[in-house]
């Protein structure tokens, strides 16, 4: 269980109020004036990656002090916690278990004394099958014709995630596949996404983990019905829709095979869900080789994240 400590009761919070009334009075130009190594003690490098935190109104003695009110509040206990499968989401009393999806050592993940490691390497061993028959050609329309525009339809994290890092990675595109994202209940949105596509090279992902989202399914119905009306059969749909669900029975219903189902678990917040099967779009639309180099990326930082001490921890940091 997470301690309840309130950081406003905390030694670190009173000295953090002083420090503020000296701060509000410094100027940015004086800052860096008075000291011409400020971008050099303020900056911080992984990799790639350069966060500059010398262009805020902060000193070296602003950061020592909300090292130490995160300190004081143990933070290091709440993210080891994380880690571990701890149910630290204790309004829907769940763990918060993003990091296991791009664990790339494998070490074991716990969730009530069950290793999730396993199920996520098969969910990610079968998004890597279909990804590929994807990217080959080998997976066909119902006219016998490749796969060229991928439509993902989901709301919130089902839709945010893809739909940024698609764009941010536009130039890593796979040849011949262009991704598109329909998520507004207002028919607009799906209907000028489907102007110019074609049925017999169009894949549908219906993304809503119990797939009742009403959102969601109301585009996946419409969708369907454009499918249909365009000189496909029911048959065809199963070459043509797949599902990132936990609901088989709805699933069916519509039309599509549980072998066309990928699933996400509940420890899983929407927010970072695109590390998840929900990401199966970005998989499909820059190649699995790419996702991979995603989620190793993600697993770097989270190595930083929970293993560096705080003064040179990007993510501690930043919140701060």
């Known amino acids: 269980m997470l301690q309840k400590i309130n950081p406003t009761r905390t030694e670190s919070w009173k000295k953090l109020t002083e420090h503020f009334k000296v701060m509000e009075k410094v100027h940015m130009k004086d800052l860096f004036q008075n000291d011409p190594a400020r971008f050099d003690r303020l900056s911080f490098r992984l990799g790639d ?15 020592s002090l ?71 050609g080998s997976w066909l329309g119902f006219s016998g014709r490749k796969i060229t525009d991928i439509v993902n339809i989901g709301i919130g994290g089902s839709d945010l995630g893809p739909f940024m890092v698609t764009q941010c990675l536009r130039p890593y595109w796979l040849e011949g596949i262009s991704a598109h994202f329909v998520s507004n209940v207002d028919g607009t949105h799906l209907t000028e996404t489907l102007k110019g ?31 249909l009306s365009k000189g496909a059969s029911p048959s065809d749909v199963p070459r043509h829709f797949v599902a990132i669900s936990t609901n088989e029975k ?60 705080f003064r040179r921890n990007i993510p501690v940091i930043l919140a701060c």
């Not at 880690?83 to 829907?92: D, H, L, S, V």
Request: aromatic share 12%; hydrophobic share 40%; proline share 3%.
């Open 197 to 227: 596509l074609s049925p017999e090279t169009t894949l549908f992902m219906i993304a809503s983990k119990t797939f009742t989202t009403q959102e969601t399914m109301t585009n996946a119905f419409s969708a369907r019905e454009w499918f």
């Open 250 to 309: 709805k699933v069916r219903e519509f039309g599509i095979s549980p072998e066309n189902m990928f699933v996400f678990r509940d420890w899983v917040g929407g927010r970072y869900s695109l590390w998840s099967a929900i990401g199966l779009s970005i998989a499909c639309t820059i190649g699995f080789e790419n996702f991979e180099e995603l989620l190793a990326g993600a697993f770097e930082m989270d190595e930083h994240f929970r293993y560096s001490p």
């Open 49 to 63: 990656i350069l966060v500059d935190c010398s262009k805020n109104r902060i000193s070296e003695e602003t950061l």
């Open 66 to 136: 909300l090292i130490s009110l995160a300190e004081e509040v143990r933070l290091s206990d709440a993210v080891e916690q994380m880690f571990e499968g701890m149910a630290i989401n204790e309004t829907e009393g769940r763990a918060v278990l993003h990091t296991a999806l791009r664990n790339r050592k494998g070490t074991p993940v716990y969730v009530n004394g069950r290793d999730v490691m396993p199920e996520v390497f098969s969910i990610l061993a079968r998004m890597r099958d279909f990804s590929k028959s994807i990217s080959a």
